[in-house]
Nanobody
């Protein structure tokens, strides 16, 4: 059974940082490109970041997070991460992990940026 479980969300002040984790099971993780997406209330789900399979040498970011967020992966732990720095109120959303190869989503984790 394919399963993706996100963690690390929470409430943070503007300018703060969070690191999200997504633990995968039931898939051959190291060959799967992985992605982080987010959906704010009343808005469509949007791409935050993607990373290729294998060593993850290639990454891609949404324009609004470039220079602030970093995606990475640890194939030994079947986990993909999203380091989020200099968070802004407009980053508030539910963040979802996705296995591109298996077309499978996690359940999401809430990130709220507010003072």
């Amino acid at each position: 059974q394919v399963q993706l479980v996100e963690s690390g969300g929470g409430l943070v002040q503007p300018g703060g940082s969070l690191r999200l984790s997504c633990a995968a099971s039931g898939i051959i993780f190291d060959i799967s490109a992985m992605g982080w997406y987010r959906q704010a209330p009343g808005k469509q789900r949007e791409l935050v970041a993607q990373i290729t399979g294998g060593s993850g040498r290639s990454t891609n970011y949404g324009d609004s997070v470039k220079g602030r967020f970093t995606i990475s992966r640890d194939n030994a732990k079947n986990t993909v991460y999203l380091q989020m720095n200099n968070l802004k109120p407009e980053d508030t959303a539910v963040y979802y992990c996705k296995s591109i190869l298996y077309d499978t989503w996690g359940q999401g984790t809430q990130v709220t940026v507010s003072s």
